[in-house]
């Protein structure tokens, strides 16, 4: 393989994992009810839409990727190699949320998760990843914007989240 392929292989296997996100988006979504709801539209509208634009956004790609390659993209920034210690943090944020959602609530798993992703995020850019003080601020920032948004959910669009306890406000 030459070095001239080697961006179009890899812009190509970009557009072609979009298409099969979208074909997975389209097989799960043949097994939602379509039982028209509120307006006529059913449970299984918004998957088959995002489904459909992940297919379109897929064969885009590709085709951007076979006649000339990504226009105008910019050079990469940042390492050769990417930051693994950084990643872990992220995947633990991620991983901590959907294993303690139903345990501990979705105000204090989306704190976590905020918390550990940011010292992650942070540790990518080069930072340290953040002392107690820092770790304390993200706790805290992290509960600042999900509770919020939990009781938006909950309140505001009557949408069940998993609480902490039974009043529905924690």
């Not at 179009?8 to 994992?17: F, R």
């Not at 993209?73 to 633990?92: I, L, T």
């Not at 942070?122 to 706790?139: H, Q, T």
């Not at 909950?154 to 902490?164: C, R, V």
Request: charged share 10%; aromatic share 10%.
């Amino acid at each position: 393989m030459t070095s001239q392929s080697s961006p179009v292989l890899h812009q190509s296997l970009v557009g072609v994992g979009a298409l099969l996100v979208g074909a997975v988006m389209v097989y799960g979504a043949t097994f939602i009810p379509s039982d028209a709801g509120y307006a006529g539209v059913g449970p299984n509208a918004l998957p088959w839409l995002v489904a459909v634009v992940l297919l379109v956004c897929g064969v885009w790609l590709i085709w951007e990727a076979r006649t000339g390659g990504y226009r105008e993209m910019e050079a990469p920034s940042g390492a050769e190699q990417g930051d693994w210690k950084a990643f872990v943090w992220v995947v633990a944020g991620v991983v901590a949320n959907a294993s303690l959602i139903t345990v501990i609530g979705f105000i204090l798993a989306c704190t976590l998760c905020f918390a550990l992703a940011v010292r992650g995020l942070r540790m990518a850019e080069g930072k340290p990843g953040g002392d107690f003080k820092r770790s304390l601020i993200d706790f805290i920032t992290g509960l600042l914007i999900a509770a919020p948004v939990f009781w938006m959910f909950t309140k505001l669009l009557a949408i069940n989240l998993p609480g902490l306890t039974a009043s529905g406000w924690i």
